[in-house]
């Protein structure tokens, strides 16, 4: 267990609809990332927070968007859903150094399996 | 194409076999190199991480990074069925922030 947490576990949805994925990190770890893992294009970074504030972005589409709160979980919002977003979503944290070395080891949640009917 | 190239596999071995996992990449900024483990229906674990080039041990594993080759592989040595899971690379560089770069895995079974 790697003290990441995920809700939920799966969710079912149609096309069009908006969905919110929540992460809990470690206890203490200040940054979190979000990453999509989809069986043709691999395991994909989308964007990372740090202390509540958006430290890098990756490949996000508009219609997501994230956010850290200050009691430093995160939520992933994902709105007018595609077939194509149907994928594995993780969170991940690491710990809190004040920049972020290239070292944090980030350490994974179980994910939520998403599918868009 | 994919900035870092990964042979999905499968790959099947019997056990006690030695396994040698690799990743090509093309962006010659990276300079972390990791490893990760994702059994099924669960989140990738890190195995190993190297700084540029050379190798590094841990117990049975050993990662070795050619950066003029821009290849990277992960041996196993006497493999056993415990080690059956997806295995996926990983990448970054200074000016990334700590974004990863994966690539998308190789799947490995350990027969009995």
């Known amino acids: 267990d790697s003290g990441v947490t995920q809700t939920p576990k799966h969710l079912i949805t149609a096309t069009g609809q908006r969905v919110t994925l929540r992460c809990s990190p470690r206890s203490g770890d200040l940054s979190v990332y979000w990453y999509q893992q989809s069986l043709d294009q691999g395991l994909q970074f989308l964007i990372q927070?740090?202390?509540?504030?958006?430290?890098a972005k990756g490949n996000i589409l508009e219609r997501f968007s994230a956010q850290q709160f200050p009691d430093l979980h995160s939520e992933l919002n994902l709105s007018s859903l595609e077939l194509g977003d149907s994928a594995l979503y993780f969170c991940?944290?690491?710990?809190?150094?004040?920049?972020?070395?290239?070292?944090?080891?980030?350490?994974f949640g179980p994910g939520t399996r998403l599918t868009v009917l | 194409q994919k900035e870092v190239e990964q042979d999905p596999g499968p790959l099947s071995v019997p056990e006690g076999a030695i396994v040698s996992l690799n990743c090509t990449y093309s962006?010659?900024?990276?300079?972390?190199f990791m490893w990760y483990r994702q059994y099924s229906r669960k989140g990738p674990e890190l195995l190993m991480y190297t700084y540029s080039s050379g190798n590094k041990e841990d117990g049975r594993f050993t990662a070795q990074v050619d950066k003029s080759s821009k290849y990277i592989s992960l041996f196993i040595r006497d493999s056993q069925p415990s080690d059956s899971a997806t295995y996926l690379c990983a990448m970054t560089f200074t000016g990334g922030g700590n974004k990863l770069t994966f690539g998308t895995g190789t799947q490995l079974k350990v027969e009995l």
């Open positions: 991940a944290s690491s710990v809190p150094t004040s920049g972020g070395s290239l070292t944090d080891t980030q350490y």
């Open positions: 962006n010659s900024a990276f300079q972390y």
């Open positions: 927070y740090y202390n509540g504030e958006e430290r």
